[in-house]
């Protein structure tokens, strides 16, 4: 069945560093791929999203490629904040189903 | 501000209860889902339901229900409250189709002493 794997945490930047969260996943079909966000104490917040290959999702400076070649979704940001420590999931969503999958969920910490 | 407004933030309930967690979106989605979120288990689907009065049992069912008479509401029953359904249960919506995210609500932590 469909699957992601995404990177185990917790990952330590310093303020101002650059981030990479690498997210693989199997599926069947064509998915869709999503980037949610979950503040501590909070549900999860879609931060980005690309429905087909090639395209880049982007939000609040976060950025990922949909690549079929090498069926990935990596997170990056260029300089991280304080603000952005977060746990950030990778998640499918195959066509013609409901359903998401998601990642385990990576947490980031970013000291000032 | 588009919202899933789940009815309570922290519930305490006792061993053998029924408990109702209530969820309320305002984007009329189709879809509706209900999750558990547990340190090191990460997101595991309960139930959801594609369209009124429409259900499906997600990957643990067990133990749960679930209702949905009114598009905007999906309800999570908790037949006979356990200690190990002690958790953070998180509501979703979405519109049909790949193409959607989910909005989540902010999640229900229930205790069951």
């Known amino acids: 069945g469909d699957s992601v794997t995404q990177m185990e945490g917790p990952v330590t930047l310093s303020e101002e560093a650059f981030l990479t969260i690498n997210c693989t996943y199997t599926?069947?079909?064509?998915?869709?791929l999503f980037w949610y966000v979950q503040y501590p104490g909070e549900g999860l917040q879609l931060l980005l999203k690309?429905?087909?290959?090639?395209d880049k999702g982007s939000n609040k400076g976060f950025e990922a490629t949909y690549r079929k070649e090498t069926t990935s979704f990596h997170l990056e940001k260029g300089s991280v904040q304080v603000s952005d420590s977060a746990v950030y999931f990778c998640a499918l969503r195959d066509t013609g189903g409901f359903k998401t999958i998601f990642g385990a969920g990576t947490r980031l910490f970013v000291k000032a | 501000d588009v919202k899933v407004t789940q009815s309570s933030r922290y519930l305490v309930k006792r061993t053998g209860e029924k408990v109702f967690l209530e969820c309320v979106q305002d984007m009329d989605h189709e879809n509706m889902f209900w999750y558990r979120q547990d340190p090191g288990l990460g997101l595991r689907l309960i139930y959801f339901s594609y369209d009124v009065k429409m259900k499906e049992k997600g990957d643990i069912p067990e133990g749960y229900s679930v209702s949905r008479e009114k598009k905007e509401r999906f309800s999570l029953i908790l037949e006979s409250a356990s200690t190990n359904q002690t958790s953070m249960y998180l509501c979703?919506?979405?519109?049909?189709?790949?193409?959607?995210?989910?909005?989540f609500g902010s999640g229900t932590r229930l205790t069951v002493v």
């Open positions: 690309a429905t087909k290959a090639d």
């Open positions: 599926a069947t079909g064509y998915p869709s």
């Open positions: 979703a919506s979405s519109l049909s189709g790949a193409d959607y995210g989910y909005t």
